[in-house]
């Protein structure tokens, strides 16, 4: 049974991602910040659908948040798949001149070096793996790794930066025969999207996307299983907008 590590998988997308994989027969080692109490009901469901799943409360952003996921990753016989979601929006919109340095640390040690340095870690321990699992690093970023957004720059150079990430890696990692790639997701329907859903509803019926609706969780969950499965094994550090049409270039 091949094993995934999805980080930020309580919630959004990561739940989304989460509870596929478990469903097609993946064994999860779901990551979130909140307790195994505070989330019961999603543990439930994850483990109904993959009885062998498992649950860590952990945080990327620190030394011991990155040790406590691979120690429980390792328990449970090993990862194939690291599913890089784990990622935070700034507490308040701010405009660019007035971004704060601490939203900026807050968000780049999570969304960036937390990340880097959990994907460092885990790729060694992937090198070392033998399975005839497909092996691969999957970073969920966004469209705001190339789309301009000042009112949330912080989130943007996060994302951006990841998408360096994805590159880095996959050059490094491809002589292993580890595949690493890109998710660039739209305007999904989650809680994060929740302040702003009439904001971008209007703007989704006024004519902003081709594909005339928000995306859900789901639709991001379908790449990363056929990513998993092994469908796309010929490209490594390749990005996929799963944005309904957002990035197209349109007169």
């Known amino acids: 049974m091949p094993c995934a590590i999805v980080t930020g998988a309580s919630r959004g997308i990561g739940r989304g991602i989460s509870l596929l994989l478990a469903e097609k027969g993946y064994k999860i080692v779901a990551v979130g910040t909140r307790s195994a109490e505070d989330v019961a009901e999603y543990v439930g469901e994850l483990t109904s659908r993959s009885p062998e799943s498992i649950y860590v409360a952990a945080d990327i952003s620190t030394p011991d948040g990155r040790a406590r996921i691979l120690e429980t990753a390792a328990k449970a016989g090993g990862f194939d798949i690291l599913v890089n979601n784990a990622g935070i929006a700034p507490k308040v919109r701010a405009d660019l001149l007035e971004m704060t340095e601490e939203s900026l640390d807050r968000l780049i040690n999570t ?10 870690a885990a790729a060694k321990q992937l090198i070392e793996r033998k399975t005839d699992a497909h092996k691969m690093i999957i970073n969920i970023t966004s469209i705001s790794a190339e789309t301009s957004s000042t009112s949330r720059g912080e989130y943007c150079i996060s994302k951006a930066g990841l998408s360096m990430v994805t590159k880095l890696f996959a050059d ?77 270039s349109r007169l």
């Open 111 to 120: 969304n960036l070096k937390g990340t880097f340095l959990l994907t460092q």
């Open 172 to 248: 490094r990692l491809a002589e292993y025969g580890i595949n690493v790639y890109e998710l660039r997701p739209g305007i999904i329907e989650t809680d994060m999207t929740a302040v702003v859903k009439d904001k971008y509803t209007a703007m989704i019926n006024g004519g902003l996307l081709p594909i005339k609706r928000m995306g859900q969780p789901n639709d991001i969950a379908k790449a990363v299983y056929a990513l998993a499965e092994g469908y796309f094994a010929y490209t490594t550090g390749s990005v996929m907008n799963i944005d309904g049409g957002f990035t197209l």
